[in-house]
């Protein structure tokens, strides 16, 4: 149980389109879903919050007209990246809270999004 | 503010030899302590976490942790290590008022023939 599917898996794409991310949570319900990036040897770095039915909360330095987040449902986070720039390649991961689990909010991560911008 | 510190980058060590991977953490606030495991190009896998309770955790693969709250730290070891457990290893304190993971830099355990 407690699976999370991002896709696409792996994305390249032009410098100035948009690309967009998904991520679903299969089996259960995520009233939150997280977003991270990670860099090359690198950590993970938290992007944003998100939560069903209501605004993303970003973290600082996080431009948020550029990276769009959509939680639309309980088991779908979407994340675009606008306009993107070669600067913007990383590998995007997700990760989602069940939705009982409050009180320890245990994440439970996607596969992660290889994008790379030409 | 919170902050997570694992105290080393890389970790060499031969299969079946035991490993200390290290992790000390600051917070004024109640936290959970999570080890995480990631493979190349994947996401990560939880090993294991400190909830309450019990201060020795145990968890997959044969890993376990101990929460000492005195010194702060929430070190991960493994009696026998595979050429398997070759990965980056990340810690992560979960804030409790807003689940938020902070992660550390992670570490490399690379394990050797």
């Known amino acids: 149980g407690a699976v999370v599917s991002q896709h696409p898996s792996w994305v390249i794409c032009k410098s100035g389109t948009s690309v967009k991310i998904e991520c679903r949570s299969l089996?259960?319900?995520?009233?939150?879903m997280f977003w991270y990036r990670q860099f090359p040897k690198q950590s993970l770095m938290l992007m944003a919050t998100?939560?069903?039915?209501?605004?993303?909360?970003?973290e600082q330095g996080v431009e948020k007209d550029k990276f769009l987040i959509n939680h639309a449902s309980l088991t779908l986070s979407t994340l675009t990246v606008t306009s993107a720039h070669p600067e913007d390649s990383s590998f995007y991961i997700c990760?989602?809270?069940?939705?009982?689990?409050?009180?320890?909010?245990?994440?439970?991560f996607g596969p992660g999004t290889r994008l790379t911008v030409t | 503010a919170q902050s997570v510190t694992q105290l080393d980058s890389q970790v060499p060590v031969f299969e079946e030899a035991p490993v200390e991977l290290r992790c000390n953490y600051s917070s004024s606030v109640s936290v959970y302590l999570f080890w995480y495991v990631q493979y190349p190009n994947q996401g990560l896998q939880l090993l294991l976490k400190?909830?309450?309770?019990?201060?020795l955790v145990k968890g997959i693969n044969g890993f376990e942790a101990e929460f000492n709250k005195s010194q702060t730290s929430f070190h991960l070891r493994k009696p026998s290590v595979h050429i398997s457990d070759t990965a980056e290893y990340f810690c992560?304190?979960?804030?409790?008022?807003?689940?938020?993971?902070?992660f550390g830099q992670g570490t490399t355990l690379q394990v050797k023939p």
């Open positions: 990760s989602a809270v069940l939705v009982p689990d409050r009180t320890t909010y245990e994440q439970y």
């Open positions: 400190y909830l309450s309770g019990s201060t």
């Open positions: 998100s939560n069903e039915g209501s605004k993303a909360t970003y």
């Open positions: 992560a304190v979960s804030l409790s008022n807003t689940g938020k993971l902070i």
């Open positions: 089996d259960f319900q995520a009233t939150t």
